[in-house]
């Protein structure tokens, strides 16, 4: 009895185990083994590369990147294209939460001289605000 009573525990505890992480997740979501946090910070990094993987990075978050959206608009600002363009990506997988990116974007869509980034940053208000491009 006692052995079918701890392996219905473990059953239990094995199965709550992901739900369990994910709402700790939900807290700070980690994506590659890191929190939210520490890609955010990443986008202030001095190295290009590091920049571009932490606005990817974000982007597969979703909407739960939604915390990273004040650093993603200061990240449109970014020096290096290949900067620029995963940010406008990371936008767009974040979705309606990033509503308060959209002036920003709509300024880059008639601003950005690389018209790849141009596209994307209306791809991005499409998937935000699609209302905001009624006048387009």
């Known amino acids: 009895m006692f052995k ?30 890191r929190p939210l946090s520490e890609w955010i910070a990443d986008l202030k ?10 606005a990817y990075e974000i982007s597969g978050l979703g909407p739960a ?5 004040s650093a993603l608009i200061v990240a449109l600002d970014d020096p290096n294209p290949t900067v620029r363009f995963p940010v406008t990506v990371a936008l767009a997988e974040i979705g309606p939460a990033a509503a308060e990116a959209v002036p920003r974007l709509k300024k880059m869509m008639d601003e950005e001289i690389n018209d790849e980034i141009a596209a994307s940053a209306k791809r991005a ?11 387009q």
């Open 125 to 135: 208000v499409r998937r935000i605000k699609p209302e905001a491009l009624a006048d």
């Open 45 to 54: 990094a001095d190295a290009p590369q590091t920049r571009n993987a932490a």
């Open 65 to 69: 990147g939604a915390p990273a959206v």
């Open 4 to 33: 079918r009573t701890m392996g219905a525990a473990a059953v239990a505890v094995l199965t709550m185990a992901p739900v369990l992480h994910a709402q700790g997740a939900a807290k700070d979501p980690v994506t590659d083994g």
